[in-house]
């Protein structure tokens, strides 16, 4: 049986990242995201608290933190600031989680210490222009030259970190024949000759998470730098996924309890008609709602969480988790906009951010329609309900 309490080492866990994100981010995410710009002054007191290097073993200089610890820490920092929990999750699960995963001893040597302890940013290139859901649509190439290099070119898009980070993983077609299946990864570094940073890209939410394309203009991508086996890289990809998709969840889950407790604030402060507009029936109901259907979309993110951390297959529950969180939350942000009457339109008050942040979580690392996808896959394929 699943124990779904917390211990006193996640309570305190919470408690400081909680105080963190109180102190260190919600007086200043307002001002980041009109200013579109994430503040690099915030990395070195992320990576104090071990928020770089959640998952890296210790000998690297990481936390070492569990799965169920991450989620902890990234409902926490969603709850003041999308974009913040966003380039976190990022950085984390996708660019030092894919060389965590895939990597050789000598990559791991070389690229975790600095990832982990915020010396450097890591950012994963999978989505193309014309390739997101369908990853067999990729252009970009990698083609093996006489003397073991990789000549590097295409383009990428949607990438966090993209024009901050140092360490990129980039996905790139080596067997065309084989579509998806024929992807390998590779480890580029800032500086390369002919990799460049492409436009920024301006966005409805999460507006000061960095996010550029990335593109390749006859990379030399030197042979120690291929990341797991050849044409391994997108079956890599999927159970990078299986554990980013939790994070997602924790995001939207953040987001959703941070609206909530402004709306629940502003319906015992408002007052209409002599009485707190939280003694109106109507109000308590999207009260109601939007708390319980949370406390459903935790249950759903712990159940995968404490899977993964026992090394079992995550699919189904990751895609499961991810779907319901997501729309739960975005329900819970529109509700507290509503609670908020006009007020809740403007920029005044952090709920209209929240429901900006939270759109993201029903379209990344897997928009709902694909996550439906993968849960009926596995119940008709695996017959597992």
């Known amino acids: 049986m699943i124990d779904f309490s917390e211990t006193e080492a996640h309570q305190i866990l919470r408690k400081t990242v ?111 222009p014309g390739s997101g859901s369908d990853a067999a649509g990729a252009r970009t190439r990698a083609v093996k030259q006489p003397d073991g290099t990789w000549l590097l070119n295409g383009s990428k898009t949607f990438i966090t970190f993209g024009s901050l980070a ?40 999460c507006r000061s998470s960095d996010t550029t394309e990335l593109l390749f203009e006859n990379v030399v991508v030197p042979a120690e730098n291929q990341l797991g086996a050849l044409d391994n890289g997108f079956l890599d990809t999927l159970e990078i996924l299986d554990r980013g998709r939790i994070s997602i969840a924790a995001m939207a889950l953040g987001l959703g309890e941070g609206a909530l407790a402004a709306a629940r604030k502003y319906a015992k402060e408002r007052v209409q008609f002599g009485k707190p507009i939280g003694d109106n029936q109507a109000i308590q109901w999207m009260l109601a709602d939007s708390a319980t259907e949370l406390a459903a979309a935790r249950l759903l993110i712990r159940r995968a969480a404490w899977m993964k951390d026992r090394g079992v297959r995550t699919t189904k529950e990751s895609s499961m988790c991810k779907l319901y969180a997501a729309q739960a939350a975005m329900r819970a942000c529109d509700r507290a906009i509503q609670i908020h009457g006009g007020y809740g339109y403007t920029r005044e008050f952090p709920v209209e951010r929240a429901l900006r942040d939270c759109k993201l979580t029903e379209i990344g690392e897997g928009t709902n329609e694909i996550q439906r996808l993968v849960i009926a896959r596995e119940i008709i394929g695996r017959g597992v309900a």
């Open 18 to 128: 909680r105080d963190f994100a109180e102190r260190e981010v919600r007086p200043y995410a307002r001002a980041w995201d009109e200013e579109e710009r994430f503040p690099m002054e915030l990395v070195p007191k992320l990576a104090e608290l071990g928020l770089l290097g959640m998952r890296v073993p210790e000998q690297y200089g990481g936390a070492e933190m569990s799965t169920e610890e991450v989620v902890i820490c990234i409902e926490e920092l969603a709850r003041v600031d999308g974009s913040t929990a966003l380039s976190v999750a990022a950085h984390n699960g996708l660019g030092t989680g894919h060389i965590l995963l895939a990597g050789n001893d000598a990559q791991k040597q070389k690229y975790l210490p600095a990832l982990a302890t915020g010396k450097a940013l890591g950012a994963w290139g999978l989505t193309e």
């Open 166 to 205: 140092s360490t990129y993983v980039v996905m790139a077609v080596t067997t065309p024949e084989k579509k998806q299946r024929g992807l390998t990864a590779f480890i580029l570094e800032k500086g390369m000759p002919g990799f460049s940073v492409g436009r920024h890209i301006e966005k409805l939410g």
